[in-house]
């Protein structure tokens, strides 16, 4: 379409605009073939909202969805804007609209497929503003158009009260007086009050009426009998108190000393040179040097019998292979409507776990419940074998956690991330012999464990709510949720480039954590040193606001606490960033064995000790010896599936001179869902276990070729996973639909060796525990928020002979057979380069035959078809062995 001719306008300094290209002139979109030709839609950006006041969910609402524009400011708005305005599209519109204010309507189901639409005609606008009323017979049509999902409240109308004959059987059970109430008044005069009034002794028999007797007699009001009654009767059992007590005897302390017979010095010498004692020596000196060497050699007691197969009469039964159901905890206030996040055992105490809650919400219900969830108390529940019912503790948290560790140096600092992107630190040590005296109450010496109907939890016992130390600041850390939290050991620190010390505190002082924000964050608890020192009337101020029930351990952390180095896994070519879900930096914290408990037992404080996270010196220290030979290099799991091999330590852009994350050292992409498990094995530092979507991968670090081994695809996701604490060949997996999977390589690599249900619903989370060698549980977490404890078999909780070596064979042979996969790439790519160049030679050498050459080869062809000609007649009959046939003759 032709642009429209300009008017005539008066003459002017300025130079001329340009003309509008054609597109801006063309004529501008209406509703005309929805049957609404005076309804224009726009689109209005946050700015032209801003300008005319017509913010979203502001100024116009779900109540109030309009708002009235002058055309003044529009005709501003174009001189201002011109082409960039919202409503240049509209601008003849505006122009030729009669009236002097238009109506602005908010479309917030994009109705007509733009947020905002202009009616156009002031008969449109007073039909919205006023819309006419319809005709009866039209509102009944509506009627059968309106949803029956929309419900349509109609007040209620009184009615007159109309007797059904219920007030009867009301009155039949009501007691009402029969008879009358008689009233009696009883006076006296005035001066009669506050006389004196003397009291004496007087024999009953000595006047006449002096006392009336009332004689027992049958009354026949009582002697009435009746017909029917209504009581209520139940049945309780009889309390019956019973006491014992035994009989206390008085203690005596008793001791005995004694002391071993020796010879005298003359007895001595005498025995020594005796005879006797000279040929029993020689005698026996020849048998006791080879018994000696013998010993030397190898142990002489060992039971050849025993090493030959396993103990057949160890605990529990071989031919049991299921996880038997041990003990479940649900909480009917806590967890209602909940889900569990993640699963941790407390390092010393038995019977101790801790799990996190969160609300079963997607994005956008927690978008659109935000207030109603700001009632609800985000909490990490502390359960005991000992009370399935009550948790022992609960800390508090501003969000909903979704991972979090035990300190390895001090269970009884906790620390867990949100999902808001903020990092939670707790301290119960003030709550540790609560949970200790748990312990005593709850485990026997004899390890003698209870069934859970023999289990009488205190009826009279309330949880303790712990609230949190310290909170990182919101400005400075993960801006999306938290997806894993790691403490890194206490033999080595980091600094900001990423370089690694020695840790002489001997303590764990900083955490790893991964995050949604596509970031990976390190950071240190200690106080960090001021480059500028602080007034002290601030500190006086801070340490006033501490509230009283909360612990000073980490007070200078809360709400300034900042990463000491982020990260972030570029794509490298695009801008964009892998985003990380799960990580595993060095040998992970699984395998907790006797000697380990008794260390960490003596870490733990005592009575009386002080806590060394309570006095924790300013940042690192200068002076720190650094470990050259430390392997930096870390597996990552990122939402789109993929498996990253990459390092922690900074490098310096050659181009702008900052510090910048080195590129990965190797990317698979291997899962086809998000990763939520990346975990070494117990057993090999260098073995890591990843599941992801429907499969499961184990790596071997230091082999770049791939997996070593990859399962095909499950019939339903897997949820979790995690590793065997006893046996270096088995993992657990969960499953979306209730089931756990258990793997064992010696048995099976393909599949599963055995699929069990645990739940109906989704399993969230999985975390095993060994309590002794005999007894080991595996905790379960389930959609609905429940917590299962299943006790695992002999089977799967003992390893055969040699296990160990075996399985590490089997990783050893799946080594080579990726080396001899590779080798034969290579080595079929340089066979597929020489048939490609024989094939490009021999098409050359066609191309370069000469003329006689062609028509030599013609000849022969030729001859030989006249030879198939010429058996072919012969065949069928038309022509003799004998005879010659000529072309000629053929023709």
Not at 217 to 227: A, C, G, R, S
Not at 408 to 416: K, Q, R, S
Not at 842 to 866: D, G, N, P, R
């Amino acid at each position: 379409m032709a642009p429209k001719a300009q008017k005539g306008k008066k003459p002017s300094g300025k130079k001329k605009p340009k003309p509008l290209p054609d597109t801006e002139e063309e004529e501008p979109l209406n509703m005309e073939s929805m049957g609404h030709p005076e309804i224009y839609p726009l689109v209005l950006t946050t700015k032209t909202q801003e300008i005319f006041n017509c913010r979203i969910d502001e100024d116009v609402t779900d109540e109030v969805p309009y708002k009235l524009i002058k055309k003044e400011d529009i005709f501003e708005d174009l001189q201002n804007r011109a082409a960039v305005s919202d409503f240049h599209p509209v601008k003849k519109i505006v122009r030729e609209y009669p009236g002097d204010e238009l109506l602005l309507v908010y479309d917030k189901d994009f109705k007509y497929g733009l947020n905002f639409y202009l009616i156009a005609t002031e008969e449109g606008k007073e039909n919205y503003l006023n819309p006419p009323e319809l005709p009866p017979e039209e509102q009944e049509e509506n009627k059968e158009l309106i949803p029956e999902d929309i419900y349509i409240y109609h007040p209620p109308l009184s009615k007159p009260w109309v007797s059904l004959g219920s007030e009867k059987e009301i009155e039949e059970e009501s007691v009402k007086e029969s008879t009358k109430q008689i009233t009696y008044m009883i006076s006296r005069k005035r001066n009669q009050f506050g006389a004196p009034i003397t009291f004496s002794d007087q024999n009953a028999s000595s006047a006449k009426d002096a006392y009336i007797e009332c004689t027992a007699y049958p009354d026949k009001n009582f002697t009435l009998k009746k017909l029917e009654k209504d009581i209520g009767m139940q049945v309780i059992p009889h309390i019956k108190d019973i006491s014992t007590q035994t009989r206390w005897t008085y203690p005596k302390n008793a001791t005995t000393q004694y002391h071993a017979r020796e010879f005298s010095e003359e007895e001595r010498e005498k025995l020594g040179k005796s005879k006797s004692l000279i040929d029993f020596l020689k005698k026996v000196s020849t048998s006791v040097e080879i018994a000696l060497q013998q010993n030397e050699i190898m142990n002489t007691f060992i039971e050849d019998w025993r090493c030959l197969a396993e103990e057949e009469g160890a605990f529990g039964d071989k031919t049991d292979t299921h996880l038997k159901e041990y003990q479940s905890f649900t909480d009917l206030h806590s967890t209602t409507e909940k889900k569990i996040t993640c699963i941790s055992w407390h390092p010393v105490i038995y019977g101790l776990i801790a799990v996190s809650v969160a609300v079963r919400l997607s994005f956008e219900d927690r978008v659109h419940l935000s207030g109603k969830l700001l009632l609800q108390p985000s909490l990490i529940l502390f359960w005991s074998f000992s009370d399935p019912i009550h948790p022992q503790l609960m800390l508090e948290s501003p969000e909903d956690i979704f991972c979090f560790q035990f300190c390895p140096t001090d269970p009884n600092i906790i620390a867990g991330g949100c999902i808001n992107g903020q990092i939670v630190l707790w301290d119960i040590t003030a709550h540790a012999d609560r949970i200790e005296n748990i312990k005593a109450s709850g485990r026997s010496k004899k390890v003698a464990l209870k069934p859970m109907f023999l289990l009488e939890p205190e009826s009279n016992k309330e949880s303790i709510f712990i609230r949190h130390c310290a909170v990182s600041s919101i400005e400075s850390g993960h801006k999306k949720i938290i997806t894993d939290i790691q403490w890194l050991p206490d033999t080595f620190e980091i600094n900001r480039m990423g370089f690694v010390y020695e840790n002489r505190n001997g303590i764990c002082c900083q955490l790893a954590t991964c995050s949604a924000d596509c970031t990976i964050c390190f950071w240190d608890i200690r106080p960090q040193k001021p480059l500028t020192p602080q007034p002290t009337e601030k500190k006086k101020e801070e340490s006033i606001e501490i509230p009283f029930d909360v612990p000073s351990t980490f007070l200078h952390l809360d709400l300034s606490w900042k990463p000491l180095a982020k990260i972030k896994l570029s794509k490298g070519e695009t801008s964009l960033d892998h985003c990380p879900t799960k990580i595993s930096l060095t040998e992970d914290h699984l395998l907790y064995k006797t000697q380990d408990k008794i260390l960490a037992q003596t870490k733990s404080l005592k009575a009386g000790e002080t806590s060394p996270y309570h006095n924790l010196e300013g940042g690192m220290t200068d002076h720190l010896k650094p470990l050259e030979d430390f392997c930096t290099k870390f597996f990552v799991g990122t939402e789109e599936g993929e498996v990253i091999y990459t390092d922690w330590k900074l490098e310096r852009d050659p181009d702008t001179g900052r510090f910048m994350t080195k590129k990965p050292v190797n990317l698979y992409t291997v899962h086809d869902g998000f990763v939520h498990t990346v975990q070494r094995s117990p057993f090999y530092n260098d073995i890591v276990l990843t599941i992801g979507g429907w499969n499961v991968a184990i790596w071997k670090e230091g082999v770049m070729t791939g997996p070593l081994l990859q399962s095909c695809c499950a019939p339903k996701m897997y949820t979790s996973g995690h590793w065997s604490l006893t046996r270096p060949g088995v993992f657990y997996i969960g499953r979306e639909d209730g089931y756990i999977d258990i793997w064992d390589l010696l048995e099976k690599t393909h599949e599963p060796a055995l699929s069990q249900n645990i739940c109906i619903t989704m399993i969230t989370y999985i975390k095993p525990w060994t309590f002794s060698p005999k007894q080991q549980f595996i905790a379960i977490a389930d959609y609905y928020g429940t917590l299962h404890i299943l006790e695992i078999p002999w089977t799967l909780s003992h390893p055969s002979v040699n296990e160990i070596a075996s399985v590490n064979y089997y990783f050893e042979r799946e080594v080579k057979h990726l080396e001899y996969v590779e080798q034969r790439k290579i080595i079929r790519d340089q066979e597929k380069k020489e048939m490609d160049l024989e094939m490009e030679k021999k098409k050359v050498k066609t191309y370069q035959k000469s003329k006689e050459q062609a028509e030599a080869e013609l000849k022969m062809e030729y001859e030989s078809y006249l030879e198939l000609e010429k058996t072919t007649l012969i065949n069928l009959g038309l022509a003799k062995v004998t005879e010659k046939v000529s072309y000629m003759d053929l023709i």
